[in-house]
C-alpha cells in the first residue's frame, strides 16, 4: 500500500500550467516535514528520473536542468502537503509523476539522487494541444 498519494495531473496544453500535491495517505501518517521529499517524472519508454527534491527544512530545493525555471517545488507543512507547480510545459513534460519521501529531518539539504524509500502511486500528466 502507498504511503504517499499525488494528485493534480491531468491534461494540459503547451504553455499551460499545472499544479500536483502530493500527501501521506491517511494509513501511514507520515509527517512529510521530517522527511527529504522528491519528485519524480516517467516519460512513456523511460525510466523513472527525479525532476525535483526539497529538504525536510524546506529551506533547499534542487532541479534537474531540464525543468529548472518552469517547476516550483514547495511544501505547507500546515496541510501536511509538497506541491509541484509546473508552468510553461511541454509535451517532453508528459509521463507519470510520482512523489517520493526519505526520512531526513531537520536536514538543510536534499539530493536528487538518495534513497527515497517511500512512494505513491503516480499521477498522470498529458501535455498536448
Known amino acids: 500500500q502507498s504511503q504517499l498519494v499525488e494528485s493534480g495531473g491531468g491534461l494540459v496544453q503547451p504553455g499551460g500550467s499545472l499544479r500536483l500535491s502530493c500527501t501521506a495517505s491517511?494509513?501511514?501518517?507520515?509527517?512529510?516535514?521530517?522527511?527529504?521529499v522528491a519528485w519524480f517524472r516517467q516519460a512513456p519508454g523511460k525510466e523513472r528520473e527525479a525532476i525535483s527534491c526539497?529538504?525536510?527544512?524546506?529551506?533547499?530545493?534542487d532541479y534537474v536542468a531540464n525543468v529548472k525555471g518552469r517547476f516550483t517545488i514547495s511544501r505547507d507543512k500546515s496541510v501536511n502537503t509538497v506541491y509541484l507547480q509546473m508552468a510553461s510545459v511541454n509535451p517532453e513534460d508528459t509521463g507519470v509523476y510520482y512523489c517520493?519521501?526519505?526520512?531526513?529531518?531537520?536536514?538543510?539539504?536534499?539530493?536528487?539522487?538518495?534513497?527515497?524509500?517511500?512512494w505513491g502511486q503516480g499521477t498522470q500528466v498529458t501535455v498536448r494541444s
Open positions: 517520493s519521501a526519505l526520512f531526513r529531518p531537520y536536514q538543510a539539504l536534499c539530493r536528487l539522487v538518495a534513497p527515497y524509500n517511500y
Open positions: 526539497i529538504s525536510s527544512s524546506g529551506g533547499h530545493t
Open positions: 491517511t494509513p501511514s501518517e507520515l509527517r512529510l516535514d521530517s522527511f527529504a
